[in-house]
T-cell receptor, first 112, second 117 residues
Framework: GNSVTQMEGPVTLSEEAFLTINCTYT??????LFWYVQYPGEGLQLLLK?????DKGSNKGFEATYRKETTSFHLEKGSVQVSDSAVYFC???????????FGKGTRLHILP | KAGVTQTPRYLIKTRGQQVTLSCSPI?????VSWYQQTPGQGLQFLFE???????NKGNFPGRFSGRQFSNSRSEMNVSTLELGDSALYLC????????????????FGNGTRLTVT
């Protein structure tokens, strides 16, 4: 079945460091890919998305590129801030399954 | 546009009791999905309702059930509560038209924190 694997956390970085959170997927068909973010005490909210190969999603300085050849959708940010501390979820959705499958989440701590 | 509203925010119940959680989706959204979030298991899909019909179901026991009303509001019920049911329960709404809206995201509420003692 479809699945999403993302790097285990927690990830701890200093402010202004470069961030990468790895995400790979297994899917039958051609999925749409998403990154969601969950701030403390809140539900998840969409951070960015990409719907076809080589698409780059971007928002709030975060980027992720849909790589079909490596089945990956890694999240990157050039300079993180303390306010980026949250849990990040990679997710996919296929036309066939028509439901969103989430990875286990990666907790990110940014130190001032 | 108002977001997804979940009530109550917090619940404390004892083992063996039952509980009902409520979710009001974004206006115009006909799909409502429910997830259980725990530190150990992450986000686990419970079920999805679309136009008052259960469309998808996760791997949870029959103690977990739900329904959707004609105004798209949804409720989730857990009967005979167990300690392991302690979790954050998240509801999400979307347009949800099958075979379409593939890149339409889920919009989540802030969840109901259930503690079973």
């Amino acid at each position: 079945g479809n699945s999403v694997t993302q790097m285990e956390g927690p990830v701890t970085l200093s402010e202004e460091a470069f961030l990468t959170i790895n995400c790979t997927y297994t899917a039958t068909g051609y999925p749409s890919l998403f990154w969601y973010v969950q701030y403390p005490g809140e539900g998840l909210q969409l951070l960015l998305k990409a719907t076809k190969a080589d698409d780059k999603g971007s928002n709030k300085g975060f980027e992720a590129t849909y790589r079909k050849e490596t089945t990956s959708f890694h999240l990157e940010k050039g300079s993180v801030q303390v306010s980026d501390s949250a849990v990040y979820f990679c997710a996919l959705r296929t036309l066939r399954d028509d439901k969103i499958i989430f990875g286990k989440g990666t907790r990110l701590h940014i130190l001032p | 546009k108002a977001g997804v509203t979940q009530t109550p925010r917090y619940l404390i119940k004892t083992r063996g009791q039952q509980v009902t959680l409520s979710c009001s989706p974004i206006s115009g959204h006909r799909s409502v999905s429910w997830y259980q979030q725990t530190p150990g298991q992450g986000l686990q899909f419970l079920f999805e309702y679309f136009s008052e019909t259960q469309r998808n179901k996760g791997n949870f026991p029959g103690r977990f059930s739900g329904r959707q009303f004609s105004n798209s509001r949804s409720e989730m019920n857990v009967s005979t509560l167990e300690l392991g049911d302690s979790a954050l329960y998240l509801c999400a709404s979307s347009l949800g038209r099958r075979g379409r809206d593939l890149d339409s995201p889920l919009h989540f509420g802030n969840g109901t924190r259930l503690t079973v003692t």
